[in-house]
Nanobody, 126 residues
Framework: QVQVAESGGGFVQPGGSLRLSCAASGFTLDDHAIGWFRQAPGKEREAVSCVSSRAGITRHADSVKGRFSISKDTSKNTVYLQMNGLKPEDTSIYYC???????????????????WGQGTQVTVSS
């Protein structure tokens, strides 16, 4: 069955970097776009980044543009989120999810995603 699983979270000082991984199973990344989202305690879930299935399109929320970069390795069926210049406000649980529309270009609306990972905690603090 379709599954995704996040890993790579942890503690980092402001200005530091982390790379998150999203391991996919039950489908190929050539067929479905993947999105990264985050949710801090007491706040709504918000979009971070997405990558298309085949079109080579990526998008990033304004809050992370220039700092975060999404990529994928189809041979490993894994999507990555490289996070640089981390700020305390980036502290959240980070989730990856599968866009249910086959061959979707790249959408940041979480309502389009119906398979979610368990999340990985990212804490940015000095």
């Amino acid at each position: 069955q379709v599954q995704v699983a996040e890993s790579g979270g942890g503690f980092v000082q402001p200005g530091g970097s982390l790379r998150l991984s999203c391991a996919a199973s039950g489908f190929t990344l050539d067929d479905h776009a993947i999105g990264w989202f985050r949710q801090a305690p007491g706040k709504e879930r918000e979009a971070v980044s997405c990558v298309s299935s085949r079109a080579g399109i990526t998008r990033h929320a304004d809050s992370v543009k220039g700092r975060f970069s999404i990529s994928k390795d189809t041979s490993k069926n894994t999507v990555y989120l490289q996070m640089n210049g981390l700020k305390p406000e980036d502290t959240s649980i980070y989730y990856c999810a599968v866009d249910s529309l086959r061959f979707s270009l790249c959408r940041l609306d979480p309502s389009h995603y119906n398979f979610w990972g368990q999340g990985t905690q990212v804490t940015v603090s000095s």
